[in-house]
């Protein structure tokens, strides 16, 4: 489910309300207000306080997208090979491809440091909603509302900072109606342990991808550290050794990235008609670009490898989304309910005038029309670098409350710690990207547009990416931090041309992003009133939608039917060689070379993959998945194409979180990989 990173790239907005309502095993719940009475209702079920606590401490979020969780006293932490991989990319070289070959640290002194990971551990939860609504006047219009709510957020996030030392964050739950502050201690010392090759990590492919029956080993171990030496962690995850069995219940423990499932009939339709099919055309377009630059060679396909598989996972997960927006079943249910509960709301006197809400919804839709492809943006390495130097130069000058978002104090070290990143950065690639966003700029806006004209400098894309990417410095990462400890003043003296074209674009950057803050805040602000209106009808209840907080989802082990097929729940690593062999010279489905000579050794019956229930989107890769007892069972990789609609709608029928099973993981580190040291320190 690697689509999470390209989906908060993307992201539609920063609404997070959702319907009280639920059915089956939906919900994505607050670990500050767990569903206590449906458990128990529905699954005879009353997890305790320690019960929770020990599980949201276990669980950790990923500053490179997804989830993962401590299985150690040591440091270890799981997660899935595909989360690792930008960290598995970036810490790869033309010798040395641990992407392709995996990787065992047998010492602690193997272990490698990833340049620039941030693990993030929620330890504690406060409403200050309160707060947060007393700074905005009911009264003021969207533009100056979200200045004040700007600032009164960053205010508190400073200030839990200053007193706790802790990352600070406040997060938006029921479109405004509450607000949280999310404190979260960071790991920034994380270093690899074990990873499989990607031939045993993504058997199967792109063909596979998002389908079931999968026999693949997505998981990879790191560990975190602290003052040099390996954490020693109070809450972990202890490992069940027993294979999971058909109707067992199961929860999710992680951080899912954005869900809609309070949108309006019209906010769908903008959905299915403009943004997903742009962002298609977008994702197909670099899908194109990354596999051409591919075939300059071995090198280039190693260093294309991480984002084009990214970029294809994308396209898959959205297309599937696309898919079931564009089934027409889908919106009778929605059409139905929504046309019900206006008519609810309009005969109520005390409410009619929060249905101006679904008009104002409507109105917004067409202003996304309007405003999609109007970015200057440029997506490639270095011009991001250069941006945020140029932003954060600028935004320093302001009092920490006027500050854009992630240029406050208290985002400030995790903003340094990317932009200071040893990672690699490649030329060639980067020429070959920042051309065609120039040439994207060009057909979006037209070559006689006088920004266009300025990018370019009298120029073709090729050319002017070529000369912007071979002379900038920002490759080197003292200068980078020559130019952020000069501030705004060297920021302006300036001469890389990198930096150049990041100031050229500025201004602009500016206003679209403010617009589009204005433009959420009006969103934010209709969707607070439809959720007052649900609220009122329906009763309390229910979750926020997404918000790439951690978040508890439950399930059971379950099959299901495709087709007119049933499904089984459960896999077995025997069914992986069998699969081999089945496709058998095709591309993706050749078994790693330690898989062959580990056959005779690896007990052929051990448990690999299973689904479940579960209720997730992208944003949950590598969460732990637990048992009643809170003991490891399984770890999250991906959804079935029918989950593909999660975003929008859950359904229980076919929908389905796809897991590698813990018993899966040890034996193959035991028996496969030669890691029995590995496997002895794992829940322990």
């Given at each position: ?10 992201a539609y ?19 500050n ?23 949201r ?39 040395r491809?641990?992407i392709?070959a ?8 193997q272990e ?10 929620l ?8 707060r947060v ?16 709510r ?25 479109g ?8 979260y201690?960071?790991y ?28 693949n080993?997505?998981?990879t171990?790191?560990r ?6 390996p ?26 990235g ?6 309006t ?11 997903l ?36 996972n994308?396209?898959k ?8 927006l564009?089934?027409?079943?889908t919106?009778?249910?929605k059409?139905?309910?929504e046309?019900?509960?206006?008519e ?16 104002e ?9 309007d ?28 009092p920490n ?7 406050t ?13 040893p990672a690699?950065?490649y030329?060639d ?27 370019l ?5 090729r050319?002017q ?9 920002l490759?080197?990462v003292?200068e ?7 501030g705004?003043e ?12 990041a100031r050229?674009?500025?201004a ?10 204005q433009?959420?805040?009006?969103e ?18 229910g979750y ?16 299901y ?6 499904i089984?729940?459960?896999t ?7 699969h081999a ?62 989950s593909?609609t ?6 229980e029928?076919?929908s389905?979180?796809?897991?590698v ?11 496969i990989?030669?890691a029995?040291?590995l ?6």
């Amino acid at each position: 489910m690697r689509y999470s990173l390209v989906a908060i790239v993307f992201a539609y907005s920063a609404l997070t309300c959702s319907l009280p309502k639920v059915s089956g095993d939906e919900g994505m719940y607050l670990f500050n207000d767990l569903p206590l009475e449906l458990l128990k209702e529905r699954h005879e079920f009353e997890p305790s306080e320690k019960w929770a606590d020990d599980l949201r401490l276990s669980s950790v979020r990923f500053n490179s997208g997804g989830s993962g969780s401590f299985i150690s006293s040591d440091g270890l932490v799981l997660t899935n090979h595909h989360v690792a991989s930008d960290t598995l990319q970036k810490l790869s070289s033309p010798e040395r491809n641990l992407i392709e070959a995996g990787y065992l640290a047998k010492t602690l002194d193997q272990e490698i440091k990833a340049p620039d990971l941030e693990l993030n551990q929620l330890v504690a939860i406060e409403d200050v909603t309160a707060r947060v609504n007393a700074a905005v006047a009911d009264s003021t219009n969207p533009e100056e509302a979200a200045k004040q709510r700007r600032a009164v957020i960053s205010t508190i996030e400073q200030e839990s900072l200053e007193k706790t030392g802790l990352r600070s964050d406040v997060v938006t739950l029921f479109g405004g109606a509450l607000y949280h502050l999310y404190r979260y201690k960071k790991y920034t010392d994380v270093r690899l342990v074990w990873a499989p090759e990607t031939a045993a990590a993504f058997f199967g492919g792109d063909a596979d991808n998002f389908e079931y029956p999968r026999y693949n080993l997505d998981a990879t171990i790191m560990r975190v550290y602290e003052d040099g030496k390996p954490a020693e962690l109070e809450h972990f995850l202890r490992w069940n050794r027993d294979p999971l069995t058909e109707g067992e219940l199961v929860f999710v423990s992680g951080n899912p990235g954005r869900t809609q499932r309070i949108f309006t009939v019209d906010a769908l339709k903008y959905l299915r008609d403009d943004r997903l099919p742009y962002l298609l055309d977008y994702l197909r377009r670099k899908e194109v670009l990354m596999q051409q630059y591919s075939l300059n060679g071995k090198e280039a396909t190693r260093r294309a490898r991480d984002e084009l598989f990214g970029i294809q996972n994308a396209r898959k997960a959205y297309t599937g989304m696309l898919a079931g927006l564009q089934n027409p079943q889908t919106f009778v249910d929605k059409q139905a309910a929504e046309t019900a509960l206006l008519e609810q709301v309009k005969a109520d006197p005390k409410l009619r005038d929060l249905a101006t809400a679904w008009d104002e919804i409507a109105t917004i839709q067409s202003e996304n029309r309007d405003r999609l492809g109007k970015s200057v943006s440029f997506r490639s390495s270095l011009f991001d670098l250069a941006l945020q130097i140029v932003l954060l130069t600028a935004e320093d000058q302001k009092p920490n409350e006027q500050r854009l978002r992630g240029y406050t104090d208290s985002s400030r070290e995790s903003l340094l710690q990317e932009l200071l990143s040893p990672a690699p950065i490649y030329q060639d690639l980067e020429q070959v990207k920042l051309a065609d966003e120039i040439a994207r700029l060009i057909e979006h806006r037209g070559a006689e547009d006088p920004l266009v004209e300025k990018v370019l400098n009298g120029k073709s894309p090729r050319d002017q990416a070529a000369e912007l990417v071979l002379n900038s410095k920002l490759i080197d990462v003292d200068e980078r931090q020559k130019l952020i400890d000069g501030g705004l003043e060297a920021v302006e003296q300036s001469s890389d041309p990198m930096i150049q074209l990041a100031r050229t674009v500025e201004a602009e950057y500016r206003q679209i992003r403010a617009e589009s803050e204005q433009l959420q805040e009006r969103e934010r602000q209709a969707y607070a009133k439809i959720a007052q209106a649900v609220t009122a009808i329906q009763g309390t209840g229910g979750y926020p939608d997404a918000t790439f907080t951690l978040r508890l989802a439950f399930g059971t082990v379950k099959g299901y039917t495709e087709d007119g097929k049933q499904i089984p729940p459960t896999t077995n690593i025997g069914g992986a060689y069998q699969h081999a062999e089945e496709h058998k010279g095709q591309q993706d489905f050749d078994l790693p070379t330690s898989w062959m000579d580990g056959k005779n050794r690896v007990d052929l019956d051990t448990q690999l993959n299973f689904v479940c229930t579960a209720d997730i989107i992208g944003g949950n890769s590598g969460s732990p998945v637990v048992n009643r007892d809170g003991e490891l069972v399984g770890l999250i990789f991906d959804g079935n194409i029918q989950s593909l609609t999660a975003d929008y709608l859950y359904s229980e029928q076919q929908s389905r979180a796809v897991s590698v099973s813990g018993v899966g993981i040890l034996e193959t580190l035991k028996s496969i990989y030669g890691a029995r040291d590995l496997a002895r320190q794992i829940g322990r």
